[in-house]
């Protein structure tokens, strides 16, 4: 009978690049950036990692197939490097295949690592990814804002909410995330905006304006994990342990079948519901001290807060302009500025969002630290409303 | 006796106004007066899909004759292309049988009246679909004058609306006009010398023949079609041919142009609907020779909706005269990288798949009656926290049985204006689309009304071009959802 990830794996040590325009490096130097930050946290010989995932999305365009860039750019010690790619949910699926090869006592020590070179690719916004031969002969062209706008709109008519009052729901979402990023100097945005700004933006796929949109980032988060006892033996008195990993994939009854309305993700609904009772979680608003969500959009957010029991049904755009979500707010989310403001740097996103819950938990986020929290959620969607990718991760300080 | 016993026709939506295409060319070729307007083809719209719909737009009318066409003609000027062939798409997306002999036609005007004289002496039940897209110079008469439209006829043994009394078809290589194999545009000879030494001669011609065949006298015919740009010419035919008497039909240049190989089709089609029973047609077309067919309108016309009225009335004004040369390829704009990216042809995928993508044919599950598209080896199910447990899975899984959805319309569930997405007219529209039976689909939007589809609108289903590459000439179809509203009621 299986019994779940809860207490078997620690966070020995995270290290996060600075995301953004890094016009000044390639995915080789920004894998090197968090790698490095992590092995000076973790103070260990690189020779004890055992084993490595490695998630990257734009393979042909980015930093290429296989385990090979990451084992190059890192200088891994002769072992197994297995790339992942799950959408934007990557970074949280290089994650799980670390913490499972720990969990499974088939290594001691493993290494996760995420990243994403978007700023070589000369889109504005998210290049369109493969989608075989035979799909992209009958879907639309689509892009991400154009997935999540339908996201909103249904959201929007289902819990009868008026369009000016979701519009500015969504701005207070960005303005949030965009005030929490001013002191995080590895955030992609570092400027507060107003309310004005945000409603007045150009449209780019309605009621989805371009302050509703997180930026496209280049950018690099990687993970040690390790055995709780081996992670105390290295001197964490505490290490940050991993207390639910839930993963869950659509197929295809969404977007196939008219029995979903289009205004939440069934697959956050599930994987939220599996996390909780992995973790042994009863009420998630009390015991959850920070949420990171997977703010691709500021619609996504909202929508979130509910499908992951946050917020009820229908509510979470009133409580969100209450504030209840701010930094100061009940249950903070995107403390390091989210998608939004931290960036999207598509494989190693799931990565940043872990990074920062660790920073949180053990008392390092600094200037954007929350007094002594306990218990953080990662949630980490890849793909559309429709059809995607969705992981819940809870990590909590021993 | 042969005869026609159902037509169609389509028109694209978008009507460019003659007096915006003055505004911007008349500082070079100055044209007087810039009155009505001639139909564009949206950027998804070609000489395939047009026909396509002509042809569902006659099907509709006789809905069990689909089994039993034997031919297909599919007649255009402005072919797709050189290779494969053309009529084997426009089969496709019309699920006919495969025992259908197919053919395309071309090369001249009256290819499609051609293609009509053709089946109607034979005795195999037949489908002619003619279809245009004329390209002309920036500034051009012949820009000015032609539209882009497709009609349709199904002939039949038996029962018809236009019993076929007798026809003709005279050959001769009068060349007036000339366009090579690679070349986009066709030059076009003095029109005086067209309208003296061809229309004049032929044509009267080809109607004395036809008449003959009919045993018939010019006396007997009530009503004339005769496609004709050159003004006055189809007038002065009439009187040549004795049919001065006659109601010459309405060439539709107003509101359309001339719609190439399509137009003797499209103004019969039109002209249908100021017939009587008993009431005879002669329908001439002229191009290197003459065709002409003497109809008889039989008691079957009663009633008979062509929608020609309804099509003429549906259009949208359009002013900018760029979105001709931009649609046709005829101009480099700015498309931005998401518009760079190469059409992956996978022509294995495209035909293993062919009768979900151009004959839009879903499954129904054969035990549950749901709906899917695609059709796969296992039906989809919903997986959640909130569902029973399935159970063992049967070793066989229920059967799909293949389910058209064509004309079976659906209803928008989710829709989007994406700004982002690379669109040849943006925003580029899409959305959910539920079907009846449970079924649902992710699909394009079209037509240049696409952005107003909401949640809860019905939809309706068209064949359109879905990619075009424009570097190696390849372009594939699929169907698209647009607006179901009412068609707007024909004049009185």
Redesign the interface.
């Known amino acids: 009978m299986a019994t779940g990830i809860k207490d078997k794996v620690a966070i020995l040590a995270m290290g996060c690049s600075r995301f953004g325009e890094r016009w000044d490096v390639g995915q080789e130097e920004l894998m090197v950036e968090a790698y490095l930050e992590a092995l000076g946290h973790a103070g260990i010989d690189p020779g004890m990692i055992e084993a490595a995932w490695y998630s990257s999305h734009y393979d042909d365009i980015g930093a290429g197939k296989a385990g090979t860039p990451m084992a190059q750019a890192l200088r891994l010690p002769a072992i197994g490097v297995t790339r992942v790619e799950n959408f934007c949910a990557g970074g949280t699926e290089a994650f799980r295949g670390a913490v499972y090869a720990v969990a499974s006592g088939a290594v001691d020590m493993a290494l996760a690592v995420g990243v994403e070179k978007l700023k070589d690719t000369g889109f504005a916004g998210l290049p369109p990814a493969s989608r075989g031969t035979f799909a992209p002969m009958y879907l639309p062209t689509h892009t991400n804002p154009g997935n999540f706008a339908q996201l909103a709109r249904a959201y929007g008519a289902r819990h009868g909410i008026a369009p000016h009052d979701l519009k500015r729901a969504m701005a207070h979402t960005s303005m949030k995330s965009h005030a929490n990023a001013v002191t995080n100097k590895n955030a992609h945005l570092r400027k507060a905006i107003t309310m004005e700004q945000a409603l007045n933006a150009p449209m780019v796929a309605d009621p989805l304006g371009l302050f509703d949109c997180c930026p496209v980032s280049d950018g690099a988060a990687c993970a040690i994990v390790t055995t709780p006892d081996i992670a105390r033996s290295l001197g964490a008195n505490a290490p940050v342990l991993v207390k639910a990993i839930q993963l869950v994939t659509s197929n295809g009854w969404e977007v196939q079948q008219s029995d979903w309305n289009g205004a939440y993700v069934h697959t956050a609904r599930i994987a939220a519901h599996r996390a909780y009772a992995e973790a042994g979680i009863g009420d998630p608003r009390a015991a959850l001290s920070l949420a990171e969500l997977h703010d691709c959009f500021s619609v996504t957010e909202l929508v979130t807060l509910e499908d992951i029991g946050l917020a009820d049904e229908g509510t979470a755009w009133k409580r969100m302009l209450d504030g209840a979500f701010d930094a100061d707010g009940a249950l903070p989310c995107q403390v390091d500025g989210g998608l939004k403001c931290f960036g999207h740097p598509v494989g190693a996103s799931g990565l940043r969002m872990l990074y920062e819950c660790w920073l949180q938990l053990t008392g390092q986020a600094g200037a954007r630290q929350l007094g002594a929290p306990s218990l953080a959620l990662t949630h980490n969607l890849g793909g559309a409303p429709a059809q995607n990718v969705c992981s819940i991760t809870i990590l909590g300080a021993d | 006796m042969t005869g026609i016993s159902a037509l169609g026709l389509h028109l694209p939506r978008l009507r460019l106004a003659r007096s915006s295409m003055a505004a911007a060319m008349d500082w070079l070729s100055p044209r007087a007066p810039a009155r009505g307007a001639r139909t564009l083809a949206f950027w998804d719209e070609d000489p395939i899909s047009m026909g396509v719909a002509a042809a569902r737009a006659s099907l509709v009318q006789a809905p069990q004759a689909r089994a039993a066409i034997g031919a297909l003609t599919f007649a255009t000027t402005t072919p797709v292309f050189a290779e494969p062939q053309n009529a084997s798409l426009v089969h496709a997306a019309l699920r006919l049988p495969e025992r259908a002999a197919t053919q395309d036609t071309s090369g001249t005007l009256r290819c499609g009246l051609a293609a009509l004289h053709t089946a109607l002496e034979n005795s195999r039940p037949a489908l002619v679909v003619a279809a245009d897209c004329p390209t002309s110079p920036a500034g051009s008469l012949a820009e000015w004058r032609y539209g882009d439209g497709a009609a349709a006829a199904l002939v039949n043994q038996g029962p018809a609306l236009l019993a076929y009394r007798g026809g003709a078809s005279l050959t001769a290589p009068f060349i007036e006009r000339y366009r090579a194999a690679d070349r986009p545009f066709a030059t076009d000879w003095e029109e005086r010398w067209v309208r003296e030494d061809g229309f004049l001669d032929f044509v009267p011609r080809a109607i004395a023949a036809a008449l003959a065949e009919a045993g018939l006298t010019a006396a007997d015919i009530h009503h004339l079609v005769l496609p004709c740009v050159i003004p006055g010419c189809a007038k002065a035919v009439a009187q040549a041919a004795g049919l001065g008497h006659a109601r010459l039909a309405d060439d539709l240049g107003a509101e359309c142009g001339d719609t190439g190989a399509a137009h003797g089709l499209m103004m019969l089609t039109h002209a249908l609907e100021d017939m009587q029973p008993g009431e005879r047609v002669v329908v001439a077309q002229f191009g290197q020779g003459a065709t002409a067919l003497v109809l008889e309108a039989t008691d079957a016309i009663r009633g008979y909706s062509t929608g020609a009225r309804a099509a003429l009335a549906a259009g949208i004004p359009e002013t900018n005269y760029l979105k001709l040369p931009l649609f046709r390829g005829q101009l480099a704009w700015e498309r931005g990288?998401?518009g760079r990216?190469p059409v992956?042809e996978?022509l294995?995928?495209?035909y293993r798949?062919a009768g979900?993508?151009l004959g839009f044919v879903g499954g129904r599950c054969v035990e549950t009656g749901?709906v899917?598209?695609?059709a796969s080896r296992l039906p989809?199910?919903?997986?959640?926290?909130h569902r029973a447990p399935q159970g063992p899975w049967p070793q066989e899984p229920p059967v799909q049985e293949p389910w058209p959805l064509a004309d079976l319309g659906g209803t928008v569930?989710?829709?989007?204006?994406?700004?982002?997405?690379?669109?040849r007219h943006p925003?580029?529209c899409?959305?959910?689309v539920?079907?009846p039976g449970?079924?649902?689909?992710?699909?394009?939007f079209t037509d240049p009304d696409a952005a107003d589809l909401a949640?809860g609108d019905p939809v309706r289903f068209v064949f359109r071009v879905?990619?075009l590459d424009e570097r190696t000439g390849y372009r594939?179809y699929?169907?698209k959802a647009v607006a179901d509203r009412p068609q707007p009621a024909p004049a009185a």
């Open positions: 990288l998401r990216l992956n996978a294995t995928t495209a798949q979900a993508l749901r899917q598209f695609p989809v199910t919903e997986a959640g926290l569930a989710t829709a989007t204006a994406d700004r982002l997405a690379f669109s925003p580029n899409y959305g959910l539920d079907l449970g079924g649902r689909l992710m699909m394009d949640p879905k990619d594939r699929f169907w």
